[in-house]
């Protein structure tokens, strides 16, 4: 595991073409210069001892040096040591109505896309709690067990879509009983669940037994509605363009509602409570408010922790360079001069 401090240092690295560009300059210029005063051969006499390759391996010696200096600036800092912290907080998991009802336009941009964003807020208002994340429709799926990771939280989210389950319907029932499936420890004092749907359920009589059976639990379960009780038809889409819109068996186009009746229910049965979830700063205000009340468990958590800087060795690194530029002259080098790797011989005697 790794982490940079300063990655605005980076753009430090655009003065490296700007050096080259000066060197090439430079040279082109003195080759000009040079050709006024005298001629090559001559120039070979009077200077002997001249280095064709020494500037070239010094533009590259101070161009590594200074992307030493660059680096260290940027202060790469490398985790070795995974730690275990102890942390207080509650169990929540979010359980998401990923049917095509909440494709309804209804609130924008829909009832999904705003159900996400709700969930994402509540995230980030979260301190120290353990989250999880469950999809539904006809059936339910863990998407993510409980962890501390928000980040983790916040990608699992955003890839919900409404066609992640081939079987359609809302079967809250199964949602609350996998929810219930995340909390394996018997020490919880406060379990929660946050079940984000319009409540068009389809099997509300095994829903409210299940909500009473995570009751039993010690699980309260809050229900968050959105959508509107005027309802929406159901677009079909394809490339973001409506082509037409859902429809019944008698091909009657489809209104969807939030059911709220549903919803508070399953609230009620958990000694809970039922929330619009289209306003969402009532929602966070309530939810901060709920989660200070309660108490909080002592639980323990994996984290790099050890992050150590590493600047000091591209520091050292580009100082050596620097130096070795100032002691590294432009005059031949017998050993470099036996190589011949610029043709220096054939080139004197012509």
């Keep these: 595991m790794y982490q940079l401090d300063e990655t605005v240092y980076f753009y430090a690295f655009a003065l490296l073409p700007i050096l080259w560009v000066g060197y090439l300059w430079v040279s082109n210029w003195k080759k000009k210069t040079q050709a006024t005063f005298s001629s090559s051969p001559l120039l070979?006499?009077?200077?002997?001892?001249?280095?064709?390759?020494?500037?070239?391996?010094?533009?590259?010696?101070?161009?590594?040096?200074?992307?030493?200096?660059?680096i260290a600036l940027v202060n790469p800092k490398i985790g070795t040591q995974l730690e275990t912290v102890k942390r207080e907080g509650?169990?929540?998991?979010?359980?998401?109505?990923?049917?095509?009802?909440?494709?309804?336009?209804?609130?924008?941009?829909?009832?999904?896309?705003?159900?996400?964003?709700?969930?994402?807020?509540?995230?980030?208002?979260?301190?120290?709690?353990?989250?999880?994340?469950?999809?539904?429709?006809?059936?339910a799926v863990p998407q993510l067990p409980i962890t501390t990771d928000y980040s983790a939280a916040k990608m699992f989210l955003q890839a919900l879509n409404t066609d992640m389950?081939?079987?359609?319907?809302?079967?809250?029932?199964?949602?609350?009983d996998l929810a219930a499936t995340f909390f394996d420890d018997e020490e919880q004092?406060?379990?929660?669940?946050?079940?984000?749907?319009?409540?068009?359920?389809?099997?509300?009589?095994?829903?409210?037994?299940?909500?009473?059976?995570?009751?039993?639990l010690g699980i309260k379960i809050f229900t968050l509605g959105v959508g509107s009780e005027k309802g929406s038809p159901i677009p079909i889409k394809r490339?973001?363009?409506?082509?037409?819109?859902?429809?019944?068996?008698?091909?009657?186009?489809?209104?969807t509602k939030r059911n709220a009746t549903v919803l508070e229910s399953i609230a009620s049965s958990t000694d809970a409570a039922y929330l619009d979830g289209n306003d969402t700063q009532a929602v966070l205000s309530f939810v901060r408010e709920e989660?200070?009340?309660?108490?909080?468990?002592?639980?323990?958590?994996?984290?790099?922790?050890?992050?150590?800087?590493?600047?000091?060795?591209?520091?050292?690194?580009?100082?050596?360079?620097?130096?070795?530029?100032?002691?590294?002259?432009?005059?031949?080098?017998?050993?470099?001069?036996?190589?011949?790797?610029?043709?220096?011989?054939?080139?004197?005697?012509?």
């Design 90 to 139: 509650v169990d929540i998991v979010f359980a998401i109505d990923v049917s095509k009802s909440m494709l309804a336009e209804d609130i924008a941009p829909n009832r999904l896309e705003k159900a996400k964003r709700l969930v994402s807020a509540l995230l980030n208002d979260l301190a120290s709690d353990r989250v999880g994340i469950i999809a539904y429709a006809a059936q």
């Design 189 to 216: 004092t406060n379990r929660v669940v946050f079940i984000l749907s319009d409540g068009e359920d389809h099997s509300e009589e095994g829903t409210i037994d299940a909500a009473q059976r995570a009751n039993a």
């Design 165 to 176: 389950l081939s079987s359609q319907g809302t079967a809250i029932d199964a949602a609350i």
């Design 44 to 70: 070979d006499v009077l200077s002997p001892n001249r280095s064709r390759f020494k500037p070239f391996l010094k533009l590259i010696i101070v161009s590594l040096g200074l992307s030493c200096f660059i």
């Design 239 to 255: 490339n973001g363009v409506v082509e037409r819109y859902k429809k019944d068996e008698n091909d009657e186009v489809v209104i």
């Design 291 to 350: 989660l200070k009340q309660m108490e909080k468990k002592e639980f323990e958590a994996k984290k790099f922790v050890s992050y150590k800087d590493r600047f000091q060795s591209f520091l050292i690194a580009g100082f050596l360079l620097f130096l070795m530029d100032v002691f590294l002259l432009e005059t031949s080098t017998k050993w470099v001069e036996r190589l011949n790797l610029f043709n220096e011989k054939e080139t004197s005697s012509q």
